[in-house]
């Protein structure tokens, strides 16, 4: 049957930023189907709360912290085995160029594409044996242009680009791709969206005509997380409602 292809029975998962917004769809998707998901963040309760729905575990983990990153991993062997790696965790305030200041940048960088080498680097030698899957949450912003994304699309854009050499490294036994997200209706965009039109405003830049929901996001990455996709890697799918310019309701002035 085709549906058995998305079937994860026996697998353990690591979901990082899996506390609320797309992490937590995605640990819930994978549950659903059968995963064992190690649902990682740095808010105790929201992992719980999270592990609890799909019979999993929470791990406390700043995935900036490499000492954290190194006890998460150690918590999903204590399962037997690791197969798939979700890092969803990242993000950056939007800032004109000139406002950026190097550590801003650095630390864009860092959360939003080290973090994901490093803890793919950890997760992949306990991969190579039987087979492995890591999916990378990207952006739309890390191939569309808008003023006040400078280090955070720059960060995505590496991302995307380090998913590729990763894949082309580690094919074929263990498949890396990516998702470029564009805009979901998530606790960090949803102040903007509550503002006096922008709302509107998004949904006129989206060919598809709606906000994204984090469930959108959720079965493309169960998609590339599964069998299903086992043809599937060094790609970065765009889940995005159609946008070809990016659907940012405002323009920040740069100067």
Request: aromatic residues 6%; charged residues 20%; contains cysteine.
């Amino acid at each position: 049957m085709i549906l058995d292809r998305f079937d994860l029975q026996g697998r353990v998962a690591i979901v990082t930023g899996a506390g609320r917004g797309i992490g937590r769809a995605i640990a819930l998707a994978l549950g659903e189907v059968g995963a064992t998901v190690v649902c990682a963040a740095r808010t105790a309760a929201q992992i719980e709360e999270t592990a609890n729905l799909v019979k999993g575990r929470a791990v406390v983990c700043d995935v900036n912290d490499a000492e954290a990153r190194a006890g998460l991993v150690q918590t999903a062997l204590e399962l037997g085995r690791i197969d798939i790696l979700v890092n969803v965790a990242g993000g950056a305030p939007p800032r004109i160029a000139l406002e950026t200041g190097d550590a801003m940048f650095d630390e864009a960088f860092h959360f939003n594409c080290t973090s994901a080498f490093a803890l793919s680097r950890l997760c992949i030698p306990h991969m190579l044996a039987d087979g492995g899957s890591i999916v990378n949450i990207s952006s739309a912003l890390s191939h569309l242009v808008d003023s006040g994304f400078v280090a955070y699309g720059t960060a995505k854009a590496a991302l995307n680009h380090m998913t590729r050499l990763m894949a082309c490294e580690f094919a074929p036994r263990v498949r890396v791709n990516a998702l470029a997200v564009g805009a979901v209706d998530t606790d960090a965009l949803r102040m903007f969206l509550e503002m006096p039109g922008m709302r509107e405003r998004m949904i006129e830049k989206t060919p598809m005509g709606r906000i994204g929901t984090v469930e959108d996001v959720a079965l493309a990455a169960l998609y590339l997380a599964s069998p299903a996709s086992s043809w599937v890697t060094g790609k970065v799918l765009e889940i995005d409602g159609g946008t070809v310019d990016s659907s940012w309701p405002f323009k920040i002035p740069g100067f």
